[in-house]
């Protein structure tokens, strides 16, 4: 086999991951539309993709309607979208997978148009207006962003109990897990970064504080599901959604080394290089290297993702920097992408225009290797 690394064996929390290959969160935009609930559609999707011990994180679900800024994102806030995860949770642990939910608060990555008029929250009212960046609206018009509402410091706290019911909901749902989102440029980010947090409370000016937020909701995780079915996602060095502290490591010290002792089931980055991936193929040089840069710093379980290949996958696994790769873009255009590795297939290429929004194209019809193979 040429990918020896990538198919070792790994304990991960109370699962036993068959390989390292892992679906990373990936946002479609195909969920009912009026209830935000996963649809069938959406379990074969998942089950496409799901192996025997094979770890899938499904795409980032908002805790509460507030935290929402996309069309037909599926949510983890009302009995029907629990019910819908149940059919997806099923037809995975059909197959044999694992499955963790992404938590989600988008903050002021929004637009008034999905709150009945009110503006989005933020740490401050700091709206996001990189060159380019439009908000898009409930029914899929382009904006400019809005200026939002920043959270008073007792609304904070309400924050931190949505994700523990979401949290709740992910549980009765069915999932192995949950992962929190505390990277590219949302809510949990907004509060982490400077750029985006210049509040005077307990939540807002040293490091310390700015970190509480996504240390809080991470224990609230950790009370619902033990810290050993919880992970955390983070993007240093990333710039998506006008995100970017401008001096990263001092703050990304302090929350790997935080996080490092609560023994969660993992840790994941998403690489600086891939920042942004999906709205553009970003492949700088010379960009600082997340696992290389935080491995030192953190003694559990890593994932990362980021433009990798089957070869710098093995690699990252060989030399001892990651322990799981998450693959994105190119497990949406190969729904056998472990296999495709394990026996050195060539693989699909994607397609970005089907990767947001629609129905099967793009989505649940990209074949297999046997079936492109016999074609
Ligand atoms: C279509 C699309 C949707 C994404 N949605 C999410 C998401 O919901 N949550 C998240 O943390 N990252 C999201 N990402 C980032 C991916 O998880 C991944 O980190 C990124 O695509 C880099 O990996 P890749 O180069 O293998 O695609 C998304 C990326 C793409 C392309």
Redesign the pocket.
């Known amino acids: 086999m040429k990918f020896e690394a990538l198919f070792k064996p790994l304990q991960v929390g109370p699962y036993k991951l068959a390989h390292r290959v892992a679906l990373?969160?990936?946002?479609?935009m195909r969920a009912e539309r009026e209830s935000f609930s996963p649809r069938p559609l959406n379990a074969e999707y998942y089950s496409q993709r799901a192996t025997q011990g094979g770890l899938i994180i499904a795409?980032?679900s908002p805790v509460l309607s507030h935290g929402r800024g996309n069309p037909a994102t599926p949510g983890i806030y009302s009995e029907a979208q629990i019910a819908g995860w149940r059919k997806v949770t099923d037809a995975v642990h059909a197959k044999g997978g694992i499955i963790f939910l992404?938590l989600?608060h988008v903050g002021r990555v929004s637009h008034s148009s999905f709150h009945g008029g009110e503006l989005p929250v933020s740490a401050s009212a700091i709206a996001i207006k990189a060159e380019g960046m439009k908000a898009m609206t409930a029914d899929g018009k382009i904006s400019d962003y809005e200026t939002p509402r920043a959270l008073e410091t007792d609304e904070v706290k309400g924050i931190v109990e949505a994700f523990r019911q979401g949290a709740k909901n992910a549980l009765a749902a069915g999932f192995d897990g949950v992962e929190i989102?505390g990277?590219?440029g949302y809510l949990l980010e907004q509060f982490l970064q400077s750029r985006s947090n210049q509040r005077t409370d307990q939540y807002g000016g040293s490091i310390e504080n700015r970190a509480r937020l996504l240390l809080e909701v991470t224990q609230a995780a950790i009370d619902v599901w033990g810290a050993n079915r919880v992970g955390v996602?983070l993007s240093p060095h990333g710039i998506a959604n006008d995100s970017g502290e401008p001096d990263p490591m001092p703050l990304y010290t302090h929350v790997v080394k935080a996080i490092d002792k609560l023994g969660l089931a993992y840790l994941h980055f998403?690489?600086p290089r891939?920042s942004g991936?999906?709205r553009a193929d970003v492949h700088w040089e010379n960009v600082p290297s997340a696992m290389v840069l935080f491995r030192p710093l953190y003694s559990g379980v890593l994932m990362t993702?980021?433009?990798?290949t089957g070869e710098t996958a093995n690699a990252a696994i060989a030399d001892g920097h990651a322990d799981i790769i998450?693959?994105?873009?190119?497990?949406?255009s190969n729904p056998d992408l472990p296999r495709r590795l394990r026996h050195d297939y060539p693989i699909t290429p994607y397609n970005r225009a089907t990767?947001?929004g629609g129905e099967e194209k793009g989505y649940t019809d990209y074949p297999v290797y046997d079936e492109l193979a016999t074609a």
């Open positions: 990373a969160p990936l946002t479609r795409e980032a992404q989600w989102h990277a590219n996602r998403i690489e891939s991936a999906g993702a980021g433009g990798f998450a693959f994105g873009r190119i497990f949406i990767f947001y």
